[in-house]
């Protein structure tokens, strides 16, 4: 067999959504996508395509090799791990076998989802029957969640709405002139009191049929944290979420997670942020949490998820992946990894485009995608969907129009 090579390396920006693709010499092209919120990644990705131009992208590690460790925190780890899920994407499609094969082969036929797209379910208020309200749209739901995860304290407009919520200065939730996720700060009685009255709202939605998760900062001071997880105890959540680090917060402080992690019994989740498996060997080696959380657009990728999945495991560590938000490229980067990880998977947060045409620019996705809250494994070559071109070029911005040539 002649050996394939990389010819070329390229990035769109698809409705805020960064792609990439990498050209080959025998006309195998294979993509991968960061998550909507990273849309100013194109020239991260750039950067990298004289490091793979003449590379064989059936070699993954040989190629990861020279681009992984000059990665780092969002956004140089998120261009990586896109990357890595495209190279993929062709060893699979040379092989003519679905990636999960070349991966270990899968051990699950269905992978469970959780709720995902932060804008599908809006809030209309940040009092317990808006929650109420939001948790029981997500419940209805076409696609049957058995998880849901929603956004609480200084992950939603409580903290900087919501009245005496904490001792600080509120600062308005994320804009281009305030960093993301602005607000940290002791809670006050009143905050504390406000949390728990917004679970007890949601569970009374739920019951014992769907599983609760919560989204809650980073911003939490370690004492309000042991608190709150302490006191919900009695709703039998699925885990806390960032309560002290998390999303773009740039170090983990495991020494801290670990001491939080062990004043209660209901489990403490982070991780998304992360990049590499080097930084998460001390928060999973003194089990830290009891959940992790990878994002495969921003961990190095998924053999790299994969990887941190069989180690957590090993620790009796659970993972429950972060989604990569409007990506359906990445949604079948997620599923094929998914249908190979180790039994402490518990789900991933399903990727839902908010824009009905990407359902139509993006072919070999199951229809319904999610059943039940779980999703059909396919086995399709490669990740198993490719761009309907001629339906894709039209959402291309000018600058782009050249991503299918």
């Not at 094969?101 to 899968?106: A, N, P, Y």
């Not at 014992?208 to 709703?235: F, H, N, T, W």
Request: glycine share 10%; charged share 25%; with cysteine.
């Amino acid at each position: 067999m002649t050996p394939i090579k990389i010819t070329d390396l390229k990035c769109a920006i698809i409705e805020k959504s960064a792609v990439v693709r990498i050209v080959t010499d025998q006309g195998i092209s294979g993509y991968g996508q960061a998550e909507t919120s990273k849309p100013f990644l194109k020239p991260y990705v750039l950067f990298y395509k004289d490091y793979l131009i003449g590379e064989d992208p059936t070699n993954v590690e040989r190629c990861m090799m020279k681009i992984r460790r000059m990665g780092g925190f969002k956004p140089w780890g998120s261009a990586v791990s896109a990357i890595e899920m495209a190279l993929w994407d062709i060893a699979g499609k040379v092989a003519g076998v679905p990636v999960y094969k070349l991966l270990g082969g899968k051990i699950r036929d269905k992978v469970r989802v959780y709720n995902g797209g932060v804008n599908r379910f809006p809030r209309h208020g940040i009092e317990p029957q808006d929650y109420a309200d939001s948790i029981k749209r997500m419940k209805d739901a076409a696609e049957g969640f058995t998880i849901i995860k929603q956004g609480i304290g200084f992950h939603s407009r409580q903290g900087s709405e919501a009245p005496d919520f904490f001792y600080g200065q509120p600062a308005k939730s994320y804009s281009p002139a305030n960093p993301p996720h602005p607000n940290r700060g002791p809670l006050t009685e009143n905050g504390l009191k406000r949390f728990i009255a917004c679970v007890d709202a949601m569970k009374k939605v739920l019951g014992d049929q769907v599983g609760l998760a919560l989204d809650c900062g980073p911003g939490y001071m370690l004492s309000d944290a042991i608190r709150l997880a302490k006191a919900l105890e009695p709703y039998n959540l699925m885990w806390m979420e960032d309560l002290l680090t998390g999303d773009y917060t740039p170090y983990v402080m495991a020494d801290i997670y670990k001491e939080l992690t062990r004043s209660t019994t209901t489990p403490i989740h982070t991780g998304e942020q992360i990049y590499l498996r080097q930084n998460y060997r001390e928060l999973i080696e003194t089990n830290a949490v009891r959940v992790i959380g990878p994002d495969p657009a921003d961990v190095g990728g998924i053999a790299e998820l994969k990887w941190i999945a069989e180690y957590a495991d090993i620790h009796g560590i659970q993972i429950a992946p972060h989604g990569i938000f409007n990506g359906l490229i990445g949604l079948a980067a997620h599923v094929q990894v998914a249908a190979t990880m180790p039994e402490n998977f518990i789900a991933f947060e399903y990727p839902w485009s908010s824009q009905p045409w990407w359902y139509e620019i993006i072919e070999g996705l199951p229809d319904p995608i999610v059943k039940n809250g779980l999703i059909d494994v396919w086995d399709a070559p490669g990740l198993g969907v490719e761009f309907n071109i001629k339906a894709a070029k039209a959402y291309l911005p000018e600058e782009d129009k050249k991503f299918f040539d």
